[in-house]
């Protein structure tokens, strides 16, 4: 069988369309593997300043949040030379590959460690985001881990 030049055109026209379709159709049924990371990205980019000037004031610290690994989970320990009653604010466990893993809990000490219980984490990454506050000063701590 011979094929012509206008029906090359045709057989490629619909070659074309038949895989641009596949992709259309393939990019609509995974819809939910591409989230955002934060649902309100707008409003997270413009108090980004506060959480540099955060950061910042972290790095004045003497000694900064340091965490560990242990049976029961993860342990974060703050600063000794602070006064646990005092210290507030909130840690944020991220998991990038699955969101309805991450959790808040509020910064409530008695000494100066913060424990994570295990049964609240998955093998694997995860972000850690530490906003915390002592006297009326802001600090952050950011970090990545694999448990």
């Given at each position: 069988?011979?094929?012509n030049?206008?029906?090359?055109?045709?057989?490629?026209?619909?070659?074309?369309?038949?895989?641009?379709?596949?992709?259309?159709?393939?990019?609509?049924?995974?819809?939910?593997?591409?989230?955002l990371?934060?649902e309100?990205?707008?409003?997270?980019?413009?108090?980004?300043?506060?959480?540099?000037?955060?950061?910042?004031?972290?790095?004045?610290?003497?000694?900064?949040?340091?965490y560990?690994?242990?049976?029961?989970?993860?342990?974060?320990?703050?600063?000794?030379?602070?006064?646990?009653?005092?210290?507030?604010?909130?840690?944020?466990?991220?998991?990038?590959?699955?969101?309805?893993?991450?959790?808040?809990?509020?910064?409530?000490?008695?000494?100066?460690?913060?424990?994570?219980?295990?049964?609240?984490?998955?093998?694997?990454?995860?972000?850690?985001?530490?906003?915390?506050?002592?006297?009326?000063?802001?600090?952050?701590?950011?970090?990545?881990?694999?448990?």
């Amino acid at each position: 069988m011979k094929i012509n030049w206008g029906t090359g055109i045709v057989i490629a026209f619909i070659i074309f369309i038949v895989f641009i379709m596949y992709f259309v159709i393939n990019m609509n049924a995974n819809k939910n593997i591409h989230d955002l990371v934060t649902e309100e990205y707008y409003k997270a980019e413009l108090e980004y300043q506060n959480d540099i000037d955060k950061l910042n004031n972290a790095k004045t610290l003497n000694e900064n949040i340091t965490y560990s690994k242990t049976d029961q989970g993860i342990v974060i320990q703050f600063p000794e030379d602070f006064e646990a009653k005092k210290i507030t604010g909130k840690v944020f466990l991220y998991r990038p590959s699955n969101k309805q893993l991450d959790f808040e809990t509020l910064i409530s000490l008695s000494n100066t460690y913060l424990l994570i219980p295990d049964n609240r984490l998955v093998d694997g990454r995860w972000n850690i985001k530490i906003d915390w506050q002592y006297n009326g000063k802001s600090y952050l701590f950011k970090e990545t881990l694999v448990y």
